[in-house]
């Protein structure tokens, strides 16, 4: 059941502690600062030497971020929509591996790219939650992300657990030692999420933005996945127009749109570009457009915002999971606020089993 919670969705944001610990068990040793997945998938990644990733949708995101984990190791690493892929398939060579990102382990253009990626040889790894799935049974190697069953269509924890092990594959990719910074930011992750569930101000933010025309979301680097799964979130179940856009876009067209009435969401976690989304906010700004800064304090972004979401500091590469919460918390209440049907969206289904 829902345990008191009114939708799943809240239910399974409120996981996202315990998800995530799960998902580190046993796999990170703050003592010696290793991260160990087990021989098999330190084998696969630490041999790669390119990677690809394949996914849909949320876990799109989640692999947008893994792309960019994986090329700060010095791995080539690229995300690809799983249909995309399978349209036009890019060039590999015999070490490239392939890395299926699936929730569900069950999506139809996600499975098809993985197995045109077997057809010609290739390598491949599940990144997954379902023990069993087709895409964990097929795929040469698989990793599960243990975040425990998921019932609304939209997928919350499943994506917090993603970049979680996703961050752990980036690690073991360095040989598996990680810094001993790293490793107790990882292990500090769940309860620094519990830290914005108990003290998030979202509901108020969505209160005062439930009547924009729409929704715009930026930020740069690990900001730019958090963006655009901001904006897929706010879409789902909400019904309204929204849009995520790597921050440096916005004024190649998007800037266009922006009024007094479409609220523009800044993720600003970490140094990396920070600065520069902070230029890009001041341009909104001056369009009279309001500003949902959405940053762990490490710029003076606070200043030009009309509300802040605020996130406690961490290691650059976990600080936008913690966003993530921020903005998966506005668009329930945006749309618990007009009343849609939260768990089940309109047109949308938990698994995607068609091409
Ligand atoms: C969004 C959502 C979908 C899924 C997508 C892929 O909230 O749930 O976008 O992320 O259909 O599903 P999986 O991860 O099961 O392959």
Do not use: W
Request: charged share 25%; with cysteine; glycine share 8%.
């Amino acid at each position: 059941g829902k345990s008191g919670y009114d939708h799943y969705m809240l239910k399974e944001i409120h996981e996202q502690p315990r998800a995530l610990r799960q998902c580190l068990q046993e796999r990170v040793d703050e003592l010696s600062g290793t991260v160990d997945l087990g021989d098999d998938i330190a084998d696969a990644v630490q041999n790669a030497e390119s990677i690809q990733l394949v996914a849909c949708g949320t876990s799109y995101h989640a692999a947008l971020y893994a792309a960019e984990l994986f090329r700060s190791q010095g791995v080539p690493a690229q995300a690809f929509v799983a249909s995309e892929y399978v349209t036009s398939p890019p060039p590999h060579d015999d070490d490239t591996l392939v890395v299926g990102v699936t929730q569900s382990g069950e999506t139809a253009d996600t499975l098809s790219a993985l197995r045109d990626a077997q057809r010609r040889g290739v390598d491949t790894l599940a990144v997954t939650n379902v023990v069993g799935s087709t895409a964990a049974r097929e795929c040469d190697g698989v990793l599960y992300i243990r975040s425990g069953p998921e019932i609304g269509v939209a997928a919350t924890k499943t994506f917090s657990a993603q970049v979680l092990a996703v961050n752990m594959v980036a690690a073991v990719m360095g040989n598996g030692s990680a810094s001993h910074e790293f490793v107790s930011a990882l292990r500090d992750l769940p309860g620094q999420v519990q830290t914005v569930l108990d003290e998030t101000n979202a509901r108020e933010v969505a209160e005062r933005f439930v009547d924009s025309d729409a929704y715009f979301f930026i930020g740069r680097g690990y900001d730019y996945p958090v963006a655009m799964e901001g904006a897929l979130k706010m879409k789902e179940i909400s019904y309204k127009h929204a849009e995520g856009f790597p921050a440096g876009e916005l004024k190649h067209g998007p800037l266009a749109l922006v009024t007094a009435n479409t609220p523009v969401f800044a993720v600003v976690t970490g140094e990396t570009g920070s600065e520069k989304t902070v230029g890009n906010v001041k341009e909104v700004e001056a369009r009279d457009a309001p500003v949902v800064a959405v940053t762990d304090g490490r710029t003076d972004v606070e200043r030009y915002a009309d509300e802040v979401l605020e996130v406690p500091e961490t290691d650059p590469r976990l600080a936008p999971v913690l966003a993530n919460v921020q903005l998966q918390l506005v668009s329930y209440h945006v749309a618990k606020q007009l009343g849609r049907n939260i768990d089940k969206p309109r047109n949308l289904a938990k698994s995607v089993t068609v091409e």
